[in-house]
């Protein structure tokens, strides 16, 4: 199944809610988004929008932690760190 995978640094497509517009625009009941806890973080969309999307919606989900040392908008693929060894809200 292709999922909608928003990435962080990417200027054109980086937030969490322009996955969803998509998604909705797509008008399919099979619309997938592909999140990521560092392109989440590191696009601004913060953690909070993920709550609208229910369990169809999302297939995959990847867990990148980012180190908090490093400010968002300077952060790289390459800084990612293990989940749960960064900044990202995990328990």
């Given at each position: 199944?292709p999922?909608?995978?928003?990435?962080?640094?990417?200027?054109?497509?980086?937030?969490?809610?322009?996955?969803?517009?998509?998604?909705?625009?797509?008008?399919?009941?099979?619309?997938?988004?592909?999140?990521?806890?560092?392109?989440?973080?590191?696009?601004?969309?913060?953690?909070?929008?993920?709550?609208?999307?229910?369990g169809?919606?999302?297939?995959?989900?990847?867990m990148?932690?980012?180190?908090?040392?490093?400010?968002?908008?300077?952060?790289?693929?390459?800084?990612?760190?293990?989940?749960?060894?960064?900044?990202?809200?995990?328990?």
């Amino acid at each position: 199944m292709p999922q909608l995978e928003f990435w962080g640094a990417f200027p054109s497509f980086f937030h969490l809610g322009q996955a969803m517009a998509v998604a909705a625009a797509a008008d399919d009941k099979d619309a997938k988004i592909l999140a990521d806890v560092y392109h989440l973080f590191r696009g601004g969309s913060g953690f909070e929008g993920m709550k609208m999307l229910d369990g169809h919606a999302i297939d995959i989900f990847h867990m990148n932690d980012f180190p908090a040392s490093i400010p968002r908008t300077e952060q790289q693929d390459k800084d990612r760190v293990m989940p749960g060894d960064g900044g990202a809200p995990m328990k």
